[in-house]
């Protein structure tokens, strides 16, 4: 779930859209500062800059950059940082390239920063239409390309902007907000195609992925994530006509195989939310598809499970990890679900996904087995709320981790989940007339039934796995917090992270999950990390600023265990070197 209806009402400000009007608010930098993003840059990033949300394509959020160790992170200071005018939750990775930084903060703005210094080069505010609301007004970034800065805004709409001044080039319709239509996630660019996907799953949306022209904003494909009758996968909508509202939004970034052209996207949660009013498996929810790069034709997909009915999206694509299994090396696809599972799965040559195996990261009560074969789980009927059926079901409906990322390292071999436990849902549903553009789940924010165990030692959670053996290495525990934040691995031996209602950001121990470092910012921070260098000097970067999910979450611990209720809100990016 993106956000909950309490949040429906923020509207993005008149007195922000009149501030910050689009175009250039600072100086242009010259244009031999700026060195153009090329495929040949995308699929073989420098370590010195941080082209993508998750660093590569292969989604790993992993820096070879090592002069920031754990030999000297306890230096780790602040040396510059900057507002970004706006509040609620910002949760856009400082995205740079040789020394020019560019990050995304809610209500669809762009700031281009001079990497070293802070200092404002320009910024761009896109003037959102009359009446337009979103569930989530925040931006998961912006991504690079050639001499442009692509942003999917929040009204649906694909913008290109001039990486040298901050003016729009193009832009393109994606589709229809009114609709119940919005974008938040990053774009990702492959081969002279900028794709993206759409959020609305609580709406009653279909998903989708499209390709524009990086050039000229030109459609190139579109692939739906629901099949209309005929396709493959359209027997899996039993019931007439649900396939056209029946969710599977494409809210977060892609990941790719370049070698093999495919295109790896996460699909999230079916719509309604409650399964028995769209029955069948109602493929391709909950699921992992991949994509032609070319074409965008559907090569291979993996569901999660079936007829989805837990607001259990998965958003997330998976990170392209090769791992041993029994003495052989595999292809694979590692991903934690927000179903509690974390999944060891193949990517053929044909673009098929196979199954290796799973093992949950977080206690679960609603699976009862897994199909060791094919991955599908057993359903515990107990646990799967209905039409007039209440049902409790643990994880919650934030899962296991929501959508912040998870990071792998490839010199200790381990993955790090952030994650949260010790909490569940009960609801009930209901049938529901649909009105586009309005909250059409089938139950209402205050028949969620959040709950916790109050006895629970710890909430959130950072975990490591052993990507080859699936052995849990290490774990740091909240006992006053949730996790939500995501996570950044270096050469450097180290993972940051924030996510905790602490205000903190936090440096531990790759190998060990000791704790070396924290620095308390202005806000919570949800967004990921990133680090880049400049001058021979390593840098890492991180936007503050709490709100949307996490906050409400926060008001919900605060009646069930006493938490404060506020979390202080405000963006603000903070970038950090080591002192001398």
């Known amino acids: 779930m993106r956000n909950l209806p309490a949040m429906r009402n923020l509207i993005v400000r008149s007195a922000l859209t009149s501030l910050l ?71 856009a990775a400082p995205i740079v390239n040789n020394g020019v930084m560019f990050v995304a903060t809610p209500y669809s703005q762009v700031i281009a920063l001079n990497a ?9 505010k896109r003037p959102l239409p009359e009446g337009f609301s979103a569930l989530h007004n925040t931006s998961r970034g912006v991504a690079l390309y050639g001499d442009k800065v692509y942003l999917p805004a929040l009204d649906a709409v694909l913008v290109a902007l001039d990486a040298k001044t901050g003016k729009k080039v ?33 709406f009653g949306v279909r998903g989708f992925v499209e390709a524009f022209d990086a050039e000229t904003g030109k459609s190139v494909w579109k692939t739906y994530s629901i099949p209309a009758p005929g396709e493959p996968g359209s027997e899996t909508w039993q019931k007439p006509d649900t396939w056209k509202t029946g969710g599977g939004s494409t809210w977060n970034t892609g990941n790719y195989d370049a070698d093999a052209n495919i295109v790896y996207w996460g699909t999230g949660n079916g719509s309604p ?17 991949a994509l032609d790069g070319d074409t965008g034709k559907m090569k291979g997909y993996f569901q999660y499970h079936q007829n989805e009915s837990w607001d259990w999206d998965a958003m997330n694509a998976p990170m392209l990890v090769d791992f041993d299994r029994n003495g052989s090396a595999i292809k694979g696809l590692l991903t934690p679900q927000r179903n509690g599972y974390l999944y060891w799965l193949r990517r053929n040559n044909d673009g098929s996904i196979s199954y290796i195996s799973s093992e949950p990261y977080v206690p679960q009560n609603v699976f009862k087995d897994v199909d ?27 899962g296991g981790k929501d959508w912040p990322f998870e990071a792998y390292s490839p010199k200790t071999g381990l993955v790090y989940i952030p994650s949260n436990e010790n909490h569940c849902n009960k609801f009930e549903g209901k049938v529901e007339q649909r009105v586009p553009g309005q909250w059409w789940t089938g139950v209402a924010v205050p028949d969620f039934h959040f709950s916790v165990d109050t006895k629970a030692g710890f909430y959130g959670e950072i975990q490591a796995f052993d990507a ?25 031996n180290l993972i940051f992270g924030g996510g905790t209602n602490d205000r903190m950001f936090r440096a531990y121990d790759a190998t060990t999950g000791e704790e070396l470092w ?21 840098y890492v970067a991180v936007q503050s600023g709490y709100g949307v999910d996490p906050a409400f979450q926060q008001t919900l611990m605060a009646d069930l265990v006493g938490w404060q209720a506020d979390v202080p809100q405000g963006g603000v990016v903070w970038v950090f070197a080591v002192g001398k």
């Not at 308390?520 to 000097?537: C, L, Q, R, W, Y």
């Open 21 to 91: 009007l689009a175009g250039a608010a600072g100086a242009a930098f010259a244009q031999s500062d700026y060195t153009p993003v090329t495929d040949a840059r995308l699929a073989n990033p420098e370590p010195q800059n941080w082209l993508m949300t998750r660093g590569s394509y292969k989604g790993w959020s992993y820096s070879a950059l090592d002069q920031i160790n754990t030999g000297n992170v306890r230096n780790l200071t602040p040396v510059w940082s900057f507002s970004t005018g706006v509040d609620s939750g910002h949760e």
């Open 518 to 538: 924290h620095f308390k910012t202005n806000s919570g921070i949800m967004a990921p990390p990133s680090t880049f260098e400049v001058g021979g000097v390593q």
């Open 170 to 202: 193009w832009e393109a319709k994606v589709e229809d907000w009114k609709q119940g239509y919005y974008m938040t996630m990053a774009p990702l660019v492959v081969k002279g195609k900028v794709l993206v996907g759409v959020a609305g799953g609580e």
């Open 468 to 492: 080859n053996t699936g052995k849990r290495g290490w774990r740091q525990l909240y006992s006053k917090s949730m996790m939500w934040g995501s996570l950044l691995a270096t050469g450097g």
């Open 372 to 398: 060791p074969k094919t991955g599908r789980p057993v359903v515990d009927p107990d646990h799967k709320p209905g039409t007039g059926k209440m049902a409790q079901f643990c994880p919650g409906l934030w």
């Open 116 to 124: 070293a210094t802070g200092d404002l080069l320009w910024r761009y």
């Open 273 to 289: 939310w409650f399964g028995d009013q769209r029955p069948g498996d109602n493929l391709y929810t909950s699921s992992t598809l």
